[in-house]
C-alpha cells in the first residue's frame, strides 16, 4: 500500500528525515516476474540478492525461484525449525491477519486511525522513495498525509504468500487539499505491498511497497521520485464535471487500466468522412440536453465529449454526451430527443485502457496518442479491441497545454498477475 509521499517533491520526504523518521538506504529489490519477454526483463534487471540477518543470501525477482521471503536488515527471518510444529497455528495466525488487514486498510486513511496492537512497535515500512521504522513515526507520517492530501485507498485483494508473508494488491489517488483552484493535481498510484507477519503472537513487523510504474523499487529510487514529479508536472484541469465511473486497476508510465460502470450517453453520428477531432453534432447534443427534448427538461453538462472511431472506417462515427448517474442505467428514464438524430444508448462497461494527452486536439495528435498507447500494451502482452474513443474533457478557452484528452481502448481481457497462494 503506498502509505509513501509521493508528491510533495521530496518536500515531505525531508521533513521525514529532519522528524527522525527515515534509516540510510539498504540494498532491497523486490523484482515482479511478469509474463511478455518486457516483464521478465524488467524483472531481472530488477533481481537484487539480499542479505539476511543470519547471513544466508537470497535473490528476489528471479523466474523459478519460489516464494522469496522479504525481510528487512535485521530482522529475524522465518526457520525451518517451527514448522514441523506450528504449521497449524502460523497458517491460522496468518488467516487472522489477512482478515484484520482486510477490514484495516481500507478505512486507514478515511479514519486516520490504526490498531497499534495490531503492529510491531519497530514496524518497518519501505517504499520507492519513503523509508519509515518505529510504528509511532509511521502513525505521524500517516497523518501527515493526510493533512496534505485528500486520499482515496482501494484495496484489490489480499493474499498469503509462505508462511509469514502477505501481498496486497491496491490502487491510491491523492488530490492536494491546498493549490490553486486552477492547479490542483490528481496523483494516482497502483501496486503491491508486502507485509511481514509474525506468525508466532499475529502481528505484522514490515510492510514493503512496490508500484506499477517503477522498474527499480529499491529506497532511495530516484525512477520513483521522477514519477512523482512527472504526476505533478503533466497536470491537466480536470472540470468539476459529472462523468462516467470508473476504478483504476493499474496506472503505468504509459497508460491506466480501468473498469468502469456502465452509463448512459446520448449520441449522434457524424459524417463517414469525420476525421477522429471532429467536432460535429456537438450543437445537436447540447441542444437536446438544454431543453430540446419531449420534456423540455434541461439538464445539467458533464464531461467528457466523448468522440467513437472505427479504425476498419465501416462504422459511422458517432459524438457521444454522458447522462448525468440519476438518471440510473433505465433508457426510459431520460426524455426522449425533439431531435431525430439523437438517440439515447446504454455504453456497457468493462475494461479499458486509458492514456492521457494535450493539446487541441488535432487529427494527428489523436492518431499519434492511439499509436502509442497500442504500442505499449502489445509490449505488456495485452490484448486490445479494434477501434478507440477520443475523450476530450474541456472547453474551447482552457489552454491547450493543460487540457485533459484521452484515448480509450477496450481490452479483451486483463489479469492481476499476482502472486498464486501458497499451499
Given at each position: 500500500?503506498?502509505?509513501?509521499?509521493?508528491?510533495?517533491?521530496?518536500?515531505?520526504?525531508?521533513?521525514?528525515d529532519?522528524?527522525?523518521?527515515?534509516e540510510?538506504?539498504?540494498?532491497?529489490?523486490?523484482?515482479?516476474?511478469?509474463?511478455?519477454?518486457?516483464?521478465?526483463?524488467?524483472?531481472?534487471?530488477?533481481s537484487?540478492?539480499?542479505?539476511?540477518?543470519?547471513?544466508?543470501?537470497?535473490?528476489?525477482?528471479?523466474?523459478?525461484?519460489?516464494?522469496?521471503?522479504?525481510?528487512?536488515?535485521?530482522?529475524?527471518?522465518?526457520?525451518?525449525?517451527?514448522?514441523?510444529?506450528?504449521?497449524?497455528?502460523?497458517?491460522?495466525?496468518?488467516?487472522?491477519?489477512?482478515?484484520?488487514?482486510?477490514?484495516?486498510?481500507?478505512g486507514?486513511?478515511?479514519?486516520?486511525?490504526?490498531?497499534?496492537?495490531?503492529?510491531?512497535?519497530?514496524?518497518?515500512?519501505?517504499?520507492?522513495v519513503?523509508?519509515?521504522?518505529?510504528?509511532?513515526?509511521?502513525?505521524?507520517?500517516?497523518?501527515?498525509?493526510?493533512?496534505?492530501?485528500?486520499?482515496?485507498?482501494?484495496?484489490?485483494?489480499?493474499?498469503?504468500?509462505?508462511?509469514?508473508?502477505?501481498?496486497?494488491?491496491?490502487?491510491?489517488t491523492?488530490?492536494?487539499?491546498?493549490?490553486?483552484?486552477?492547479?490542483?493535481?490528481?496523483?494516482?498510484?497502483?501496486?503491491?505491498?508486502?507485509?511481514?507477519?509474525?506468525?508466532?503472537?499475529?502481528?505484522?513487523?514490515?510492510?514493503?511497497?512496490?508500484?506499477?510504474?517503477?522498474?527499480?523499487?529499491?529506497?532511495?529510487?530516484?525512477?520513483?521520485?521522477?514519477?512523482?514529479?512527472r504526476?505533478?508536472?503533466?497536470?491537466?484541469?480536470?472540470?468539476?464535471?459529472?462523468?462516467?465511473?470508473?476504478?483504476?486497476?493499474?496506472?503505468?508510465?504509459?497508460?491506466?487500466?480501468?473498469?468502469?460502470?456502465?452509463?448512459?450517453?446520448?449520441?449522434?453520428?457524424?459524417?463517414?468522412?469525420?476525421?477522429?477531432?471532429?467536432?460535429?453534432?456537438?450543437?445537436?447534443?447540447?441542444?437536446?440536453?438544454?431543453?430540446?427534448n419531449?420534456?423540455?427538461?434541461?439538464?445539467?453538462?458533464?464531461?467528457?465529449?466523448?468522440?467513437?472511431?472505427?479504425?476498419?472506417?465501416?462504422?459511422?462515427?458517432?459524438?457521444?454526451?454522458?447522462?448525468?448517474?440519476?438518471?440510473?442505467?433505465?433508457?426510459?428514464?431520460?426524455?426522449?430527443?425533439?431531435?431525430?438524430?439523437?438517440?439515447?444508448?446504454?455504453?456497457?462497461?468493462?475494461?479499458?485502457?486509458?492514456?492521457?494527452?494535450?493539446?487541441?486536439?488535432?487529427?494527428?495528435?489523436?492518431?499519434?496518442?492511439?499509436?502509442?498507447?497500442?504500442?505499449?500494451?502489445?509490449?505488456?502482452?495485452?490484448?486490445?479491441?479494434?477501434?478507440?474513443?477520443?475523450?476530450?474533457?474541456n472547453?474551447?478557452?482552457?489552454l491547450?497545454?493543460?487540457?485533459?484528452?484521452?484515448?480509450?481502448?477496450?481490452?479483451?481481457?486483463?489479469?492481476?498477475?499476482?502472486?498464486k497462494?501458497?499451499?
Open positions: 500500500m503506498a502509505y509513501s509521499l509521493p508528491a510533495a517533491t521530496g518536500q515531505l520526504a525531508h521533513l521525514c529532519h522528524q527522525g523518521l527515515t540510510r538506504p539498504r540494498s532491497l529489490t523486490p523484482g515482479l516476474a511478469r509474463s511478455t519477454p518486457r516483464r521478465l526483463a524488467i524483472s531481472k534487471r530488477n537484487t540478492k539480499v542479505q539476511s540477518a543470519s547471513g544466508e543470501s537470497g535473490t528476489f525477482g528471479q523466474e523459478g525461484g519460489g516464494s522469496a521471503q522479504i525481510s528487512f536488515r535485521g530482522e529475524p527471518s522465518g526457520t525451518s525449525s517451527e514448522a514441523s510444529n506450528g504449521a497449524v497455528n502460523s497458517k491460522a495466525a496468518l488467516d487472522d491477519v489477512r482478515l484484520f488487514l482486510q477490514a484495516e486498510l481500507p486507514l486513511f478515511s479514519s486516520g486511525r490504526i490498531t497499534k496492537e495490531r503492529y510491531a512497535s519497530d514496524f518497518k515500512f519501505e517504499d520507492p519513503t523509508r519509515i521504522t518505529g510504528l509511532d513515526q509511521f502513525a505521524s507520517y500517516l497523518q501527515l498525509l493526510r493533512s496534505v492530501f485528500a486520499i482515496t485507498f482501494d484495496v484489490h485483494s489480499i493474499k498469503p504468500r509462505g508462511a509469514t508473508e502477505l501481498v496486497t494488491r491496491w490502487t491510491m491523492m488530490k492536494f487539499k491546498l493549490g490553486f483552484a486552477i492547479y490542483r493535481p490528481e496523483l494516482v498510484f497502483t501496486g503491491q505491498s508486502f507485509y511481514g507477519v509474525d506468525a508466532n503472537i499475529g502481528i505484522v513487523r514490515s510492510q514493503l511497497d512496490v508500484w506499477d510504474a517503477t522498474q527499480n523499487n529499491q529506497y532511495p529510487s530516484l525512477e520513483g521520485l521522477a514519477h512523482v514529479l504526476q505533478l508536472g503533466n497536470y491537466k484541469a480536470t472540470p468539476d464535471l459529472e462523468g462516467p465511473r470508473y476504478k483504476v486497476l493499474r496506472s503505468t508510465k504509459e497508460y491506466e487500466i480501468r473498469k468502469y460502470d456502465p452509463y448512459l450517453v446520448a449520441e449522434t453520428a457524424m459524417p463517414m468522412s469525420s476525421g477522429p477531432a471532429e467536432g460535429s453534432g456537438f450543437n445537436d447534443l447540447a441542444n437536446y440536453i438544454f431543453g430540446g419531449t420534456r423540455q427538461e434541461k439538464m445539467e453538462m458533464t464531461s467528457p465529449v466523448i468522440n467513437t472511431v472505427n479504425s476498419s472506417g465501416e462504422d459511422q462515427p458517432q459524438m457521444q454526451f454522458p447522462m448525468e448517474s440519476k438518471y440510473g442505467q433505465n433508457i426510459n428514464s431520460l426524455p426522449s430527443p425533439s431531435d431525430g438524430r439523437v438517440r439515447m444508448k446504454t455504453q456497457e462497461g468493462g475494461l479499458v485502457a486509458a492514456t492521457v494527452f494535450s493539446g487541441l486536439p488535432l487529427d494527428f495528435e489523436v492518431t499519434e496518442a492511439e499509436r502509442k498507447l497500442r504500442g505499449a500494451l502489445l509490449l505488456d502482452g495485452l490484448h486490445a479491441t479494434s477501434g478507440y474513443k477520443l475523450a476530450r474533457y472547453d474551447p478557452f482552457t491547450p497545454f493543460v487540457r485533459r484528452n484521452e484515448i480509450l481502448i477496450r481490452l479483451e481481457d486483463f489479469s492481476f498477475e499476482d502472486h497462494d501458497d499451499e
